[in-house]
Each structure stands twice: as C-alpha cells, then as structure tokens.
C-alpha cells in the first residue's frame, strides 16, 4: 500500500486533468495472482464452494490489511483530497479505492503461476519459438502429484497434451481431476460465482476474470451470463467463446495443431522470397485523412505478382510528416513482408478491411487500391457477395455484385 502511494506522486501523466484527478482520490490496486495454485496446493477445486470461500478468505484480508495501512498514512501524510466526512462512510484513509484484480498475464509467466483470480487456460501450454517449433509446457503440479501418486507416464502426459485437460483420463483419479480442471472445464456459472465472491470480499474496482464459453455457446448463454454477473454484484464481465477469433493467445496442442495445418506457408515451406533486382511498378495517387495526396507504388514481378509496397509524400504534404510517414511506411513494409512469405493479396486485403473505421483511413485506402491493382492483372480479383453469396467484382472504384445488384458504395 505505501509503495503505490508513493507511486502516484512518481507517475507522469498524459493530460493535467488525469493528473489533477488520480491526485484527489489516489486510487491504488491491491490484487492478487495464482489464486488456482493456492487451491491446488490446499487440494481444493476451483469451482467448489470451499474453492470459493478460501478466495474471499485471501481477498478480505489484503483488503483489510490495506485498509489499516491507508488509514495510518492518511494520519501521516492527510486522507485523499476528495474525502468528504459528511458523504463517506469510512474512517478517513489516504486513498479512495484499494485493491482490485488485475489480469497479470505476463507477471504470472514470470513468476510461474495461475494470471489473478483465473484458473489455469490449460494443464499444457503450446508455446510456439523460432523455425516453427512447438513447446509442450506441462502444468508443474500435475506432473509432481502424477509422480508422488504413482499414475505418471510418458503415455498419460502425452494424452493429457493431446487433448489438453485430464477429465475423462481412467488413469487419473476423480480427485485430481476435479482439482486440475481448467478454464474450459469449469462451467460459465462456476466462473462468474467466483468473481462474484471475490468483488463482494474486499475488492473496490472491477475484476479481469474472463468467462470461458465453449465454441458451441449461444446467444442466451451469453445473456445468461451476464445476467447472473449483475444479480451477484460484478462490476464488469468479459465472455470469451472458444475459437471465435481468428487467433487466440492461449491454445491447446489440439487446438493448436488444427490452426497450424490452416497456416498459410510458400510451396517449399515457410520461405522468404528475394527481390529480384528489377521490378516493374505501377504509381497510384490516394487522399489521407486530411485530403492530402500520398502515392503508393506497388512493385511487381513477370507474372504481375505484387512483392513490394512503398509510400511516397509530395512536397505539400510535409507537414508532421515524421509520424505519419512513420505510420504508412511501417504498414506498407509490412504488407510487402507478408507478400515475400506468399500471403495472398486476397487475405491482405481482408485483414485492411477489418481494421478499417473509416473510408479515408490508412487500412481503407490501402485495400481499396490494392483491390484496384488486382483487378488489372491476369489474376483478378473478387470476393464474395454478403447477400447472395455470388462474387463480387471491383469496378470503377466499387465492389459489385453481378448476380443480385448489391455495392459496398452503396
């Protein structure tokens, strides 16, 4: 507690007002980290109810502990300039909110346990390196309890990657396997009791506790959840749906073996094509945010295969040029990397249309005139068609629809 006191006269902020702001409540954070290793170690489930009551044992005593010290330092160095003795109804302590529960996904890597209040993702990890290789990471308790139980094998660890939990495994038993479920195998509700618990035992701000719904879940599973979330006092809730982004951090071997034989790779492998050193060029003139000109070459080889993307800006268009010649050049070098590791153009062109949020924006322009380059070579270019599901062509600056009429212009 005295040192994220002390923390907030350290900090520079952005802006005055959030200055002037955390100066008159000095808000601090108080949380916790590897809640799931304390209950494994104690042979408890995390979704039990005395899983439950030992997380608001913890997390009432951090909060009474920093409690007892704000009130002293509010002695020493005077209460948070906001408290109002006639509208708080607590003694007068040196900051306004105390503890809360942060997500501490990269801290817990490095100190080897369970991310806040979460349960372990998986009792294996899949932990891509370099030239493509996978690391399979085993959860360290199960692997020492598997031991002194005496169900160890290399056969069982190997099952337990593959499918990247333990229930169901005859060779574990019933009791080890309620202790390690993990996040996918613990219920949405069980999930939201635990927040639930933790926010009405001592913590002031909201929670980072992700619910993890299987891919199957619907709609009103979704509602289900917050509803339950909001009958037992969350402050706020994030639903997870397996598999529902293109990517995710945390998989499975399985799940992650299934991305891998989708991963897009050149036809020897992952392999990064060199430039020849000519390279024939087509010049296109596009509008930024701001209606200034900025051209965009696009470089191509025999077969009129785009490999390389440069931005230009005229002498009209200098002005704070550093960071936006810094933004479309990084875009572009990263666009024409992925075209040496033969990345479709057409799956280029998705991924600018998904970060787009504006017509005039940087991801915009660029697939509209990339689009635009295809169009014009052998190999055309076309999508599909939301209301039809014919394909679409792009014509005079617009994606159009042959079949049934429909125009993203219009």
């Known amino acids: ?34 809640l799931h290793d304390l209950l494994i170690q104690l042979g408890i489930p995390y979704s039990s109810e ?63 346990c369970a991310s806040g ?10 932990k891509h390196v370099m030239d493509g290789d996978r690391l399979i990471l085993v959860n360290k308790y199960f692997e020492q309890i598997a031991k002194e139980e005496g169900f160890y094998s290399e056969a069982l660890m190997n099952k337990v990657a593959d499918s990247g939990t333990v229930i ?78 293109d990517a995710q951090v945390l998989n499975t071997k399985e799940q ?4 891998s034989q989708t991963a897009m790779v ?13 390279l024939s060029a087509k010049r296109y003139r596009v509008k930024d945010q701001d209606k200034k000109s900025v051209y965009i070459i696009v470089c191509f080889d025999e077969n009129e295969k785009p490999m390389e993307v440069f931005a230009k800006f005229p002498f009209d268009n200098r002005v704070d040029l550093k960071d936006k010649s810094t933004m479309w050049t990084t875009t572009c070098r990263l666009v024409s990397l992925a075209l040496r590791f033969d990345v479709p153009m057409n799956e280029i062109i998705k991924q600018l249309d998904r970060s787009s949020g504006h017509m005039l924006d940087l991801p915009a322009q ?9 169009a014009g070579t052998q190999h055309g270019f076309a999508s599909t068609c939301p209301e039809c599901s014919g394909q679409l062509v792009f014509e005079e600056g617009c994606e159009t629809c042959k079949a049934c009429g429909y125009s993203k212009c219009s």
Request: glycine share 8%.
């Open 50 to 112: 005395q899983g439950r009551t030992v997380a608001s044992e913890v997390m009432n005593f951090v909060h009474d502990a920093s409690m007892e010290e704000s009130e002293r330092l509010a002695q020493e160095k005077g209460a948070f300039p906001a408290y109002d003795d006639s509208i708080c109804d607590y003694p007068a302590r040196r900051n306004a909110a105390l503890t809360s529960i942060q997500p501490t996904g990269t801290v817990s890597m490095i100190a080897d």
């Open 168 to 245: 169901g495994h005859p060779e574990i038993p019933e009791k080890w396997q309620e202790i390690f479920r993990t996040a996918q195998d613990i219920a949405p509700e069980d999930h939201i009791k635990m927040q639930g618990v933790l926010q009405n035992s001592g913590v002031d701000s909201s929670i980072s506790k992700t619910i993890n719904l299987p891919n199957q879940a619907t709609r009103e599973d979704v509602e289900t959840a917050y509803t339950l979330g909001y009958n037992l006092g969350c402050k706020g809730l994030t639903v997870y749906r397996d598999g529902s982004r």
């Open 117 to 126: 209040c979460e349960p372990y993702f998986s009792i294996v990890m899949i």
């Open 366 to 374: 660029l697939s509209k005139l990339f689009k635009s380059f295809m």
């Open 256 to 259: 992650s073996e299934k991305t």
């Open 1 to 34: 507690t005295i040192f994220l006191d002390n923390v907030i006269d350290c900090n520079r902020f952005p802006i005055p007002e959030i200055g002037d702001m955390t100066m008159k409540t000095r808000k601090i954070g108080m949380g916790i980290m590897g």
């Open 266 to 278: 050149g036809e020897n492998g992952i392999i990064k094509r060199n430039l020849p050193d000519t």
